[in-house]
């Protein structure tokens, strides 16, 4: 389950702690996509919930360093 957060990239955020798994539903023109990262630490999501700008944080310290990372289509979550 994701929940919203303030950001103006980012929409919403989930993590289930059990599976490693972050869930990042980013704005784009026209509507958001929703990617998934595994093997994200409690850690890991805790520094990215806690950063100054969650946008800026998901560019420089998530996206692009996860291999097992893909967009989720039509994702509803």
């Not at 946008?55 to 360093?65: D, E, L, T």
């Amino acid at each position: 389950m994701r929940v919203p957060v303030t950001s103006s990239t980012i929409v919403s955020v989930g993590y289930d702690e059990a599976a490693l798994t972050l869930h990042v539903e980013v704005r784009r023109r026209g509507g958001s996509d929703v990617y998934e990262f595994r093997g994200v630490t409690r850690e890991r999501h805790a520094a990215f919930m806690s950063a100054p700008s969650l946008g800026s944080h998901f560019a420089h310290q998530i996206r692009g360093r996860y291999v097992e990372s893909r967009r989720l289509e039509g994702a509803a979550q």
